[in-house]
């Protein structure tokens, strides 16, 4: 396994590996101290070797100097804006998957990320498990899971007859809450925000409800979980939900 | 006319000014040509008794008295003459000119002078006839002492005639003057007004959609220009407070963002960690919702801000607004179901606005969430989409808690809660109805509430109303623009109408 830096600590078994063999090297961009050892320390459990620079210059300086598999960068940033960062990268570097971290949230602000070369954007403040989403999504850099077929344990959602069963027993659903129960099978074991849910089941402009996400989700559980002993379906206090597929106990 | 026109009160003011002053002419006029008349009068009859003693009582020694007849009554011919002359010595009348004719004025009635007031000087004496006259006493003493009384008389009927025919011109013609003055002056007044009106009108519109327009600057050099200009300025004052004020709280939300960002992270990582205590889960959990709701009002108030601000882009089209409410309720109904509330709908399709999409459905969102917050299980709930007077017209009504009376100008106010301990509870922002506003307000839109309390609330909506062929009308696919990925559309077309039957 070869070793970029002296700076990278991260060697352990199962640690997410790039192309070239070594760990997934992601470069955070971002003044905020907080905000940046928060994403490091989520990302560094993950597995990922992570790079903090807290300025624009920074950032550029690493950004030459290693070849990242990922950059997440914040917009407001000293020194170089991160839309001016984010142009120079692109003159050098069409591949490198960008993802950007925005305090502002207006469509047109979007657009312009687009436009300059952003992957994705999130917008703060986000769910830490949302930051890993995107950022395992961008990593794959393939086709998400398509197969008709989704299985997690003994859940089964069959995408061409949109019939779901669970060992064996079949479970009707309305439209919203098949939505919701693909969403949460594509995640296995991923905790999936309400504001993810919300954006991806519903769209934005439901965002202002306090509680349709989990008044759907409590119906869709009783239907999946109930009588059985194993409650596939978790609320993560605070967080959001997770399915799990029970194997491991 | 409007009564409290400047246009009114100026013309009103100088017209009364003019009327004072044709007041004041015609009262001089008539008093100085009545003072002229009597003195005038007074002197012909002065004249003619100096005339009578210097020519036929100086002579009167010498020629006897017969000769003074003749004499006079030759000249002042009895029943004819003007003035009315009479010669006495004592109480006996030398000659007498008789009666008035034309008027008659029966003057053998009047007394001879007795009154030593009357000598040398005028007086008036009323006749029988109830004719006015004056006579002048002039008297003489003869060479043998004795004293002779000289009367002219004449009436005043000629000049009370003048005074009366002045009178009626003056009362005429006043008031004519004063109507065409007050018709020309107003008449007069719209043209330098009218700077005034064009400036009020433009102000009018100024700051009802965006600051951004200027009057027009009069260019006349005097108080209107000056007044156009000193408005622009406070339209520029204005606008860059209420910019002010707009960046203020885009950048407050702003800056609020990293914070949560940490406050969540934190408390993300904290709840992660394996043997915590309940009570300490619980906790975190706790400070975790709370954060999201944080989350919440910043986004929510950056939206508010961004929109009327009109920083926010809009994407303008043409959409059905039973498209938009048809989806949305379809996106909600469990909701309602939960709480076991009857959702009635009535359509009246097709309701075509220009808007967009998605902040329209915001506003039904908000809407139907408010009316299921505030309903009580087993209530109902009646959607309402259709052209009413010429406007595209949403109306949501539910059989909820409704609002006090004094409360309902205020729903739409930011973070203004009807029921404090209520909405609290139920965790919203307190900014739903604020946002609606915002959206309607860029929209062109009016948003309206009426609430009888304890028996439920209306709200209604009202966009003005795009006017399509059909041939229009058959391209616009509002459902593809909602947002929803055409594939899914398709997918779920059959399990969306198994949702909208249950309402």
């Known amino acids: ?249 | 006319m409007k009564r409290n026109s400047l246009r009114t009160r100026v013309t009103t003011f100088y017209v009364g000014m003019l009327a004072v002053a044709l007041l004041v002419f015609s009262v001089a006029v008539y008093f100085g040509i009545r003072a002229f008349l009597n003195r005038s009068l007074e002197r012909t009859l002065s004249n003619s008794a100096q005339t009578i003693v210097s020519d036929y009582l100086v002579p009167l020694g010498q020629k006897g008295e017969p000769w003074l007849v003749a004499e006079m009554t030759e000249s002042y011919p009895p029943g004819y003459s003007d003035p009315f002359v009479r010669v006495s010595q004592g109480s006996r009348i030398l000659y007498q000119s008789g009666d008035m004719r034309d008027p008659f004025v029966s003057m053998s009635k009047v007394p001879l002078p007795s009154n030593p007031k009357w000598f040398n000087t005028f007086h008036r004496e009323t006749v029988s006839s109830g004719q006015r006259v004056v006579i002048y006493t002039l008297t003489y003493r003869t060479p043998t002492g004795s004293l002779v009384f000289v009367e002219t008389a004449a009436t005043i009927e000629s000049t009370r005639h003048v005074l009366q025919s002045l009178l009626l011109v003056l009362l005429l013609t006043t008031p004519t003057i004063l109507v065409v003055a007050a018709v020309g002056g107003y008449l007069l007044m719209s043209r330098p007004l009218r700077p005034v009106v064009v400036l009020t009108e433009q102000a009018e519109r100024v700051g009802r959609k965006e600051m951004g327009e200027r009057l027009p600057v009069i260019r006349t050099g005097d108080e209107l220009e000056r007044l156009s200009l000193a408005l622009n300025r406070m339209i520029e004052r204005l606008e860059a407070a209420l910019a002010h004020n707009h960046r203020f709280s885009a950048d407050a939300s702003h800056e609020l963002r990293t914070p949560l960002t940490i406050i969540r992270g934190e408390l993300e990582a904290l709840i992660q960690m394996p043997t915590l205590p309940p009570h300490v889960i619980e906790g975190i959990g706790s400070a975790l919702e709370e954060s999201a709701r944080m989350a919440k009002i910043v986004h929510s108030l950056m939206t508010i801000s961004r929109l009327d601000g009109g920083d926010e882009q809009l994407e303008l089209v043409p959409v059905d607004l039973v498209d938009i409410v048809r989806v949305t309720l379809d996106h909600m109904g469990l909701l309602a179901e939960e709480k076991h509330i009857s959702v009635r709908t009535v359509y009246r399709p097709p309701v075509y606005v220009t808007g967009d999409p998605m902040r329209l459905k915001q506003v039904v969102v908000n809407l139907v969430d408010n009316a299921i917050k505030y309903t009580p299980n087993g209530g109902e709930i009646r959607v309402l989409v259709a052209v009413e007077k010429k406007a595209a017209c949403i109306e949501i009504s539910d059989t909820g808690i409704g609002i006090p009376a004094d409360s309902l100008k205020l729903v739409f106010d930011r973070f203004y809660r009807t029921d404090q301990a209520r909405s609290r509870e139920s965790g919203g922002t307190g900014l739903g109805l604020s946002i609606v506003k915002a959206i309607c307000d860029v929209h062109s839109g009016v948003a309206s509430v009426e609430s009888i309390e304890g028996n439920g609330t209306t709200v209604r909506i009202e966009f003005p109303l795009l006017a399509l062929t059909l041939a229009q009308a058959d391209q616009i696919q509002t459902a593809a623009q909602l947002g929803v990925p055409p594939s899914d559309e398709v997918r779920f077309s059959d399990g969306a109408n198994e949702v909208s039957t249950r309402y």
């Open chain 1, 1 to 249: 396994m070869k070793c970029f830096s002296s700076k990278l600590q991260l060697h352990f078994m199962g640690q997410a590996i790039n192309g070239h063999g070594g760990a997934m090297r992601i470069l955070v961009i971002e003044d905020e101290q907080k905000v940046s050892a928060l994403i490091k320390r989520g990302l560094t459990s993950e597995r990922y070797a992570v790079d903090v620079a807290a300025d624009g210059i920074e950032g550029w300086e690493l950004a030459e100097a290693y070849p990242y598999d990922l950059m997440i960068l914040d917009l407001m940033i000293p020194r170089l804006t991160g839309a001016e960062l984010l142009q120079r990268v692109r003159r050098k570097n069409t591949f490198l998957p960008v993802l950007v971290l925005t305090a502002r949230d207006s469509i047109d602000d979007k657009v312009k990320l687009f436009e300059v070369g952003a992957d994705d954007y999130l917008t703060k403040p986000f769910a830490f498990a949302e930051l890993l989403m995107r950022v395992k999504a961008l990593l794959r850099r393939g086709p998400v899971n398509r197969s008709s077929t989704l299985r997690v344990g003994e859940l089964e959602l069959d995408r061409l007859t949109q019939q779901v069963r669970r060992a064996g027993k079949r479970i009707e659903l309305t439209a919203k809450e098949y939505a919701l129960l693909e969403y949460f099978m594509q995640n296995e074991e991923r905790v999936l925000s309400r504001n993810m849910i919300i954006e991806h089941v519903w769209d934005q402009s439901f965002d202002g409800i306090t509680n349709i996400v989990d008044v759907y989700v409590r119906h869709l559980r009783s239907k999946v979980d109930d009588g059985n002993l194993f409650k596939m379906i978790r609320t993560i206090r605070g967080t959001g939900y997770t399915i799990r597929s029970g194997n491991e106990t």
